[in-house]
């Protein structure tokens, strides 16, 4: 399974992104779904998350609010909307896919991951 993110980018504090995440190859039919960060000298942290079917979202406490995941089952794809961007938003984001188990903000829990994709917040 390969997951390629896009949607990244250069923008002005309280400006907004879409990031994109969609899986290709040997798929299955459901996974749970997560966006997490990593910004410059700072360890991967969990954004946010969403379950198999969608029916429950997970945030961390710096985005809520202004941050949605979503997803496209069917597509086996994942999406991130993210508005009123903060300077400390900037960090590369990484998709994470979990093909087991309940949604968890612990990265070492996941299965598959993308190659990453820059978002830079200008203030």
């Known amino acids: 399974v390969q997951l390629q993110a896009s949607g990244g980018g250069l923008v002005q504090a309280g400006g907004s992104l879409r990031l994109s995440c969609a899986a290709s190859g040997r798929t299955s039919s459901s996974y749970v779904m997560s966006w997490f960060r990593q910004a410059p000298g700072k360890e991967r942290e969990f954004v946010a998350g969403i379950t198999r079917r969608g029916s429950n979202t997970y945030y961390a406490d710096s985005v809520k609010g202004r941050f949605t995941i979503s997803r496209e089952n069917a597509l086996n794809v994942v999406n991130l909307q993210m508005n009123s961007l903060k300077s400390e938003d900037t960090a590369v984001y990484y998709c994470?896919?979990?093909?087991?188990?309940?949604?968890?903000?612990?990265?070492?829990?996941?299965?598959?991951w993308g190659q990453g994709t820059q978002v830079t917040v200008s203030s």
């Open positions: 994470a896919f979990r093909l087991a188990g309940v949604l968890t903000a612990y990265a070492e829990n996941y299965n598959y």
